[in-house]
């Protein structure tokens, strides 16, 4: 008789050569709690840094939802391949992480810096280094990607060399650290290290403490680790590291302030980075035209100034005008033109930025230029965002609404050219009122252009489209030649392209007149005439329009915006 044989117990898997119980100097429990900490410090920084490179990217580039998505993207990517990649060090987790720590310190706090650098210095090379703002944010966000992905099959490592666990446990414990460190470093960027520190010296700072953090952690903890040159060139590297950035955050300062020059010219008079964008004021002062930058786009001044400002308030005040709404146009250069017009009884000025009001209210040069509107009792400046303004606006409360905003192109600004933000329009007009809307341009931009038309058509408002032809091509570049530009020229007249960084006319202005009924499109004749504007114009100016008309368009909605090129 052949007797069963008990089953052989389970066997135990046998330990890695290198999986010895490391020499701590503390107890374990400690060591294991340190090794947490590190990895919340380290999730908390590396959140930071994608921030900041999809902040500076939004505010290089314009186009917020694209590059957030081409930011993040590659770096969760490159998070897969740094934590595969990192298998090959497991023999050595503590001096791997330790330079790993040093090497994403010193990218990721001087990333920003590189950055604004490239941005401002060669940002008007065109050609083919065009795009080498954009390939530089990639390379970035590669690198990094691939260093913070690095860090967990390391520290998981380093965690089960003090204490063997279940992996589940451990993975858990490692996890846990690292999303609530994530969850303070992405509400330490907005709401502390971007308005207090900035963008610049905000990422120096975070690579400092991620530098300190990882090199704490090996040198002091896993000392036991490393052999005496190991510790010695990790040693070495960390104080390299943090001496690379303590002298870059030194001279940030200056840094800045070169590199504003080299974007917007030597005449930069006021430049202040508010809680929402950079506004910078160049010119108004011995002869040179004022010039309103915010965030790197002209937004108010040059030589053309006046004509774009006509075409945009003049048509729509031909007609009941006691009660004006104007949206954006905190540089109360708008508000300026609607004033010119007899039987005005209150404009309201609704401008998201507070810093801008203040700005054209107190400072000489564009105070003179806005003609000193906001010290007539019957303009009223209100901080809010406009969207939220018309829907709690009572109905019928405006004659006219008009719309002084961003192109539709800046993402953020996409909801106020939305079939939504239309119907509110209208349903705070009078009756008789009208809505001008500032659309972009016509001749390079036709498709964006009459995708408004049709989503202010389809809030149930009727429309007339005009242009106004722009300075003459073959004018030289704004200052530095790398600014964007979104609504106006440069301070000698130009435009910058947004695309390549380059000087180029902008051809035309575009502008959309609505009403429930169809619009008269023309000049109200009790008015001053207007310097750059006459009725033969305008109705020129709305045949060259037609022209270009682009049929079949659907509405941009809030959840469907159509604004793409």
Not at 109 to 117: F, I, K, P, R, V
Not at 217 to 234: I, Q, T
Not at 242 to 249: N, P, Q, Y
Not at 343 to 359: C, F, H, I, M, S
């Amino acid at each position: 008789m052949i007797e069963q044989h008990a089953p052989a117990p389970p066997r135990r898997p046998l330990p890695l050569p290198w999986a010895a119980p490391a020499r701590l100097p503390v107890p374990p429990r400690t060591g294991r709690f340190l090794v947490l900490a590190c990895a919340f410090v380290c999730a908390a920084c590396g959140l930071v840094y994608e921030l900041e490179l999809v902040a500076l990217a939004s505010y290089l580039t314009g186009d917020s939802v694209t590059q957030a998505s081409v930011v993040l993207s590659v770096m969760v990517f490159a998070m897969g391949v740094g934590s595969l990649a990192a298998k090959r060090l497991r023999r050595h987790a503590a001096a791997g992480f330790g330079a790993i720590e040093a090497v994403l310190a010193l990218v990721g706090g001087c990333s920003a810096m590189a950055l604004y650098a490239v941005f401002a210095w060669t940002g008007a090379w065109g050609g083919l280094w065009a795009s080498g703002p954009r390939c530089l944010l990639v390379a970035f966000s590669l690198t990094i990607g691939l260093l913070i992905g690095a860090e967990v099959p390391l520290l998981m490592e380093l965690i089960q060399r003090i204490r063997r666990q279940d992996p589940g446990g451990a993975v858990a414990d490692l996890f846990a650290a690292d999303y609530v460190g994530a969850l303070v470093g992405g509400l330490a960027f907005p709401f502390l290290l971007l308005p207090l520190l900035g963008q610049l010296t905000g990422a120096l700072i975070t690579g400092t403490v991620n530098a300190v953090a990882g090199g704490a952690l090996v040198l002091g903890l896993f000392r036991g680790d490393l052999s005496r040159r190991a510790r010695r060139l990790l040693l070495a590297a960390n104080v390299a590291v943090l001496g690379v950035l303590a002298s870059a955050a030194v001279l940030v300062g200056d840094f800045e302030t070169a590199a504003r020059h080299a974007v917007y010219g030597d005449d930069v008079r006021v430049a202040l980075r508010t809680g929402s964008q950079e506004l910078v004021l160049t010119g108004g002062t011995r002869g040179r035209p004022l010039a309103l930058f915010l965030d790197g786009r002209l937004r108010a001044g040059g030589r053309e100034e006046r004509r774009y400002h006509e075409a945009l308030v003049h048509p729509a005040m031909n007609g009941p005008h006691a009660r004006v709404l104007v949206l954006g146009g905190g540089d109360g250069l708008a508000a300026r033109e609607v004033l010119r017009h007899p039987g005005v009884r209150r404009v309201d000025v609704v401008e998201p930025d507070a810093a801008v009001v203040r700005l054209a209210r107190h400072d000489p040069a564009l105070s003179a230029l806005n003609g000193h509107v906001y010290d007539d009792p019957r303009v009223h400046a209100r901080t809010a965002d406009a969207f939220r303004r018309l829907r709690g606006a009572p109905r019928a409360a405006y004659d006219v609404v008009i719309c002084d905003l961003p192109d539709p192109d800046i993402t953020a600004s996409t909801k106020l050219y939305s079939q939504e933000f239309y119907g509110l329009a209208r349903r705070v007009l009078a009756p008789g009122g009208r809505l001008v809307v500032h659309a972009g341009p016509v001749a390079t931009r036709p498709r964006v252009f009459w995708t408004v038309d049709a989503t202010v058509r389809a809030a149930g408002l009727r429309t007339a489209a005009y242009r106004v032809v722009g300075p003459d091509p073959g004018l030289t570049s704004g200052p530095g030649g790398s600014a964007g530009s979104d609504r106006s020229t440069g301070p000698d007249g130009s435009t910058p392209d947004r695309s390549t960084g380059a000087s180029r006319a902008p051809g035309d202005w575009g502008f959309v007149l609505a009403a429930r009924t169809v619009p008269r499109l023309g000049l109200d004749p009790g008015a001053p005439r207007p310097r750059t504007l006459t009725p033969a114009r305008l109705a020129a100016d709305a045949r060259a329009a037609a022209r270009t008309r682009v049929g079949g368009l659907r509405p941009s909605t809030l959840v469907h915006p159509r604004y793409a090129y």
